[in-house]
């Protein structure tokens, strides 16, 4: 029988990137189980010098790797630099985190002896990794768990298997055990037997709610198997009474277009208050309406480049016409340069007047405004979604902030800052469809392990006082 082999293509040029042979999810697992024990033996000051290494050995690759996230992902060289910058400062924010989160404590207990709270690994967690940040996502899963004392097998998205076996290549070359680390390719099927596999201990996901909810579904009934969910958003962005009409617009660009809209936290819905609709949307506009699209070494930089394929571009030009033709108005149109390759231009699109807006995740390059005549009329529309991941407010008052903070149902509520750009020193995730409530990036620690509650004397003593005869 022939080998399958994954092949990633580039979507700024659709040349084939690289190939590869779909992984044995059996023998990955048997071998990850296998290297789990000594590593989890190891003090855990071992275990942080090593991710430490770790982070050394991507600063030292710096260029290359930012370059190949370039090239398989699309995104400009700049953000794929960043991307790199925060795979090297996530080991320090991880130890920081685990010792804050899940460190250990002793409690007095007096005469019962001493009373403590330490934590242990689950074992083998495995890791399903997105396209959009290839790497910085799933190291985000990974450094914490091995600064546990977990194994890992990550299995990255089919989209950019590249960028995943460049990550865990790192891994290797700082001295981590190669079994401890794995990376597994493959598509869908892969992902399916590997979540499902008895010798997997726990389950860590970025990527749809439509995967994100199957996982939850296939994992309800085995209670053994810890499972964190990051599924996006359809997140809401309230623009409200400010004068800083270029600042507003700035914020509200960068919310939906930075990675051609492919953030989870991006900005799907503009929420204006009527009286200030023409002066923001105009702005927004005419700010979107300069955004360089182009390939990631484009010179002069531009700041968005192609989604991900073409099939991607297809869904994302339909559902603009779905929305024009369903009383949506065109503010700025999604465009198409080339047919063959993915790049969009960044779409605007007013659906006040659709009587049934669609709850989905949009994924890509594409706004859509609604206009409302009162702040109590701006938190129902932002909670308007089975979703909960990011919202912001742009302009208000603090009293309209505490109040949108009080009632918007998210994970992240940010006021006057891009409802993107969220921090690796907080936590990350959300509810609804956004998640199931074990919040990623500083938390990250909480799921990695799990407490053990302790009463200890070193010698045994006891007495029983009631209820025995003399």
């Given amino acids: 029988m022939a080998v399958q082999e994954l092949v990633s293509f580039e979507p700024a040029t659709g040349v084939e990137l690289w190939r ?5 999810v059996d023998e990955i697992v048997a071998r990850a189980r296998r290297a789990w024990p000594q590593w989890a033996a190891l003090p855990l000051a071992n275990r942080m010098e090593l991710v430490r290494r770790f982070a050394n050995e991507v600063r030292k690759e710096l260029e290359p790797f930012a370059t190949l996230i370039a090239r398989e992902t699309g995104k ?10 925060s795979v090297i400062a996530k080991v320090e924010i991880s130890i920081r985190a685990y010792g804050e989160r899940t460190g250990q404590k002793r409690l007095d207990s007096g005469l019962q002896g001493s009373a403590a709270v330490r934590h242990k690994p689950h074992g083998v967690m495995a890791v399903l990794g997105p396209y959009n940040f290839p790497a910085h996502l799933p190291n985000g899963h990974i450094v914490p768990a091995l600064i546990a004392g977990n194994a890992v097998i990550l299995k990255p998205s089919e989209k950019t298997p590249a960028t995943g076996e460049m990550l865990l290549s790192l891994f290797a070359r700082a001295g981590i055990p190669a079994d401890l680390v794995q990376v ?3 598509g869908p099927e892969e992902g399916k037997a590997l979540v499902a596999h008895d010798g997997i201990d726990g389950v860590l996901f970025t990527g749809s709610a439509q995967v994100g909810i199957a996982i939850n579904r296939k994992l309800a009934t085995d209670p053994r198997k810890i499972v964190a969910l990051e599924m996006g958003g359809n997140n809401a962005l309230v623009a409200w009474d400010t004068p800083k009409l270029h600042d507003a617009a700035a914020l509200i660009v960068q919310s939906a277009f930075t990675t051609a809209g492919q953030r989870c936290t991006a900005a799907r819905r503009l929420i204006v208050k009527a009286s200030m ?6 702005e927004v506009k005419r700010l ?11 010179d002069p930089q531009p700041f968005m480049g192609p989604v991900i394929d073409n099939a991607t571009a297809d869904q994302l030009t339909e559902s603009f016409l779905y929305f024009l033709s369903h009383g949506g108005r065109a503010i700025s149109h999604i465009r198409r340069p080339d047919e063959n390759l993915p790049f969009l231009t960044p779409g ?11 709850d989905v995740e949009l994924f890509g390059p594409l706004l859509q405004v609604i206009r409302v005549d009162d702040f109590d009329q701006a938190i129902a529309e932002a909670n308007n979604t089975r979703f909960g991941l990011s919202a912001s407010l742009i302009g208000g008052t603090p009293d309209q902030y505490n109040r949108f903070w009080a009632n918007v149902r998210a994970g992240i509520i940010n006021w006057n800052r891009p409802t993107n750009g969220a921090s690796s020193a907080a936590p990350f995730g959300g509810i609804g469809f956004s998640g199931n409530h074990r919040p990623a990036a500083y938390y990250a620690a909480d799921y990695c392990a799990y407490p053990v509650a302790s009463t200890e004397m070193d010698q045994p003593r006891a007495s029983v006082g009631v209820g025995f005869r003399n």
Avoid: N
Avoid at 277 to 282: F, L
Avoid at 288 to 298: E, Y
């Fill in 184 to 186: 597994l390719i493959g």
């Fill in 20 to 24: 590869g042979p779909h992984g044995d």
């Fill in 76 to 85: 400009p060289l700049w953000e794929a630099r960043t991307e790199v910058e």
């Fill in 288 to 298: 979107a309406d300069r955004i360089i699209v182009g390939a990631p070494f484009d």
């Fill in 277 to 282: 609709y023409d002066d923001v949307v105009g």
């Fill in 348 to 358: 605007i699109i007013d659906v006040t007047a659709l009587p049934q807006r669609p």
